[in-house]
């Protein structure tokens, strides 16, 4: 068996390497890294934005455009935290602390050099962390049946009430909601109609991407816009110095950075953990066990930035693995990522470990190669995305938007899906 999924494993290299599927993994790294520098974009948005366009490529090439993207805002969303002390999304509030006091010291370029390369092995741990799991799951996931898929479909529902907090009825409701939203349309059995409000459009079921952009996408742009989240600055942007040094101070503190790596895949595997927990979780850990961080942390210590880098690029991995093995997402994002799932006719759990095994690997290695070449490109092009996020709300609005549109409209290109957008963004 293992000697079966090394050879899986290598075929599913060499698919990803293929240079069309190359290009669709720059491409989503591309737009993650554009996305996670504005303030209020990030993972979630982008995974939304992208899975419209997805519906004509392969599998392979789906996934390494999406997890492309995924992985890497969160290595992008750096600049803005360290530069201005704004998060470019929720996984770098911890940043902040020790990132935006090394700028106004003057090393900025330190700051990213830590982060980025932090981020790549963050990444890369995540990967890997997926990958281990594959021959220790397989076993069990091939005994699992109809009844253990019901358990899981429902332990997945009750993680919604569970983590609404001091409102369990709340997230009970909303999850009812949303099997009601599923039932409308034909029974697949009986051929029943069911909540079509005696309607052609709703015969086929509430269309997937309107609905994710409705939920995920709109209300994101709504509240950038009512926030007025963008930066205004006059100041020289000048990210490239000191990054080195930045890199050195990584290597030297590898126990830390593997710690809080091994500490985001762990705790970014159990479902409904978002980046934002992660963060501050891992940022807590290192100032309670490394040397004299109670005097130094929150002033401009580089190991502050190590330790929140380094956990949020690994909770990516660590959300694929229930997503993948059980259908049950780890974050908000992985949610969307199983509407992809169900877009490329694959369905989450056993078949993963078994019949699919060589698309699950296509995964493993998509999260690898976007979290080095996002590390890479954001050592080059560290002042040009710092500039992104400077751009006004009014600017980046209708851009988005306008693709928002484009892309509920073009899966089914019919006008039905706007409406339904609208209602789900409302």
């Keep these: 068996m293992e000697v079966d999924m090394l050879n899986t494993a290598l075929e599913a290299a ?46 392979y090439s789906a996934f ?33 602390l020790d990132g935006h006091p090394l700028a106004r010291q003057g090393q900025a370029g330190r700051a990213f050099g830590a982060a980025y390369t932090a981020s790549m092995i963050g990444g890369i741990f995540g990967a890997l962390l997926l990958a281990i799991s594959i021959p220790i799951l397989r076993p069990i996931m091939l005994t699992v049946g109809a009844p253990e898929l019901l358990s899981f479909a429902f332990f997945g529902l009750c993680m919604v009430s569970i983590l609404s907090g001091s409102s ?7 999850a009812g909601f949303g099997l009601m939203i599923d039932m409308i349309g034909q029974d697949p059995q009986t051929g029943t109609l069911r909540w079509t409000l005696d309607t052609l459009y709703l015969w086929s079921g509430m269309p997937l991407v309107p609905v994710t952009l409705g939920i995920f996408a709109l209300p994101e742009l709504a509240d950038m816009m009512i926030e007025r989240r963008s930066i205004s600055t006059d100041g020289k942007l000048n990210t490239r110095q000191g990054q080195w040094q ?43 066990t490394e040397k004299g961080a109670a005097e130094t942390f929150g002033s401009g210590d580089i190991r502050g930035v190590l330790a929140s880098e380094g956990a949020n690029n690994a909770k990516e991995g ?10 049950v997402p780890g974050s908000a994002s992985m949610a969307i990522l199983l509407g992809a799932f ?25 999260v690898a190669l976007a979290n080095i070449l996002g590390a890479g490109l954001c050592f080059v092009f560290s002042d040009q995305l710092a500039r992104i996020a400077v751009v006004r709300h009014s600017i980046i609005m209708p851009l988005i938007l306008t693709v928002i549109m484009v892309g509920a409209f073009q899966a089914r290109r019919n006008w039905g899906d706007l409406y339904v957008l609208m209602f789900f963004g409302l």
């Design 14 to 59: 060499l698919i990803i390497i293929d240079p069309a599927r190359l290009m669709f993994l720059a491409g989503g790294v591309f737009i993650g890294l554009a996305l996670g520098v504005i303030p209020g974009l990030g993972g979630i948005v982008g995974m939304a934005l992208l899975l419209p366009f997805t519906f004509d490529i392969d599998p």
């Design 64 to 96: 390494a455009l999406l997890l492309g993207m995924g992985s890497v805002t969160t290595t992008s969303d750096t600049i803005p935290a360290v530069l201005f002390g704004v998060p470019g999304t929720a996984g770098s509030a911890a940043t902040i």
């Design 168 to 174: 369990p009825l709340r997230g009970m409701a909303a």
């Design 246 to 288: 930045g890199v050195r101070d990584t290597l030297r503190h590898w126990w830390l950075v593997v710690r809080v790596a091994f500490l985001g895949s762990t705790l970014g595997a159990v479902p409904g953990l978002g980046a934002a927990i992660i963060d501050w979780v891992a940022y807590g850990h290192a100032a309670r």
């Design 318 to 327: 660590g959300a694929l693995v229930p997503t993948v093995a059980f259908g």
């Design 342 to 366: 169900l877009i490329h006719g694959l369905v989450p759990g056993p078949d993963m470990l078994n019949k699919d095994l060589n698309v699950t690997y296509t995964i493993v290695w998509s």
